[in-house]
């Protein structure tokens, strides 16, 4: 199973066509950025087929996306403060790339409480460098579960399409939960 990753703005810049597998909906980051490790990422059918189109009539050496670094900077914090503005909330004008990144460690963390999983998941090399995304924001209120058991493949499979979520097998029964 493909895992989740997150990609930083500048890796996604230098995505081109020979990294995409279109067969397989997967993009590999051959090019990290801050030495990060290569990593690879599952898309959905709407991104491959928008990113498809984009890539049809281009060169499979070039960049999918033609934007410099500061442009797409500049259109994001230009949309961002368009934003802002119409919906009258200053905070967003917090939310930098950045942002997302920490979210997405964050929200990940919370989830699986396995640290390792989120360094995998922003490629860091350094254990160190994953703490300084995860804030440990207390989520008690959502810890609580409810826990089913599943004796035959019916049960399991009506289960999973509940959103339960598989933790282990028991006397040759699978174990399920999901938050309340």
Same mark, same amino acid.
């Given at each position: 199973?493909?895992?989740?990753? /997150? @990609? $930083?703005?500048?890796?996604? %810049? ?12 997967? +993009? #590999? ?7 990060? $490790? ?6 959905? =059918? ?6 498809? $189109?984009? +890539?049809?009539?281009?060169? &499979? ?6 934007? =410099? ?7 994001? !914090? #230009?949309?961002?403060?368009?934003? /802002? ?11 930098? @790339? *950045? #942002? ?8 990940? !963390?919370?989830?699986? *409480? ?18 300084? !995304? ?9 810890? %609580?579960?409810?826990?089913? +058991? /599943? &004796?035959?493949?019916?049960? @399991? ?8 979520? !598989?933790?282990?097998?028991?006397? =040759? ?8």
């Amino acid at each position: 199973m493909m895992k989740e990753t /997150a @990609f $930083r703005p500048g890796e996604v %810049q230098l995505i081109t066509p020979l990294d995409i597998d279109f067969e397989r909906g997967i +993009v #590999t980051l051959n090019k990290p950025l801050k030495r990060s $490790r290569p990593r690879q990422a599952k898309l959905s =059918d709407k991104l491959l087929a928008m990113i498809n $189109r984009l +890539v049809s009539n281009k060169s &499979s050496e070039n960049p999918i996306w033609y934007l =410099d670094y500061n442009t797409m900077h500049r259109t994001y !914090y #230009t949309k961002r403060k368009q934003l /802002a503005k119409k919906l009258d909330n200053p905070n967003f004008m917090k939310i930098t @790339f *950045k #942002t997302f990144r920490h979210w997405k460690a964050t929200i990940e !963390y919370h989830r699986t *409480k396995d640290i390792l999983h989120v360094k995998r998941l922003l490629g860091h090399k350094r254990i160190e460098n994953t703490l300084i !995304y995860t804030h440990l924001v207390d989520f008690e209120e959502d810890d %609580q579960f409810t826990v089913k +058991v /599943a &004796s035959t493949l019916d049960e @399991f499979t009506t289960l999973l399409e509940q959103g339960f979520e !598989y933790i282990s097998d028991y006397q =040759d029964k699978k174990i399920l939960r999901k938050r309340k």
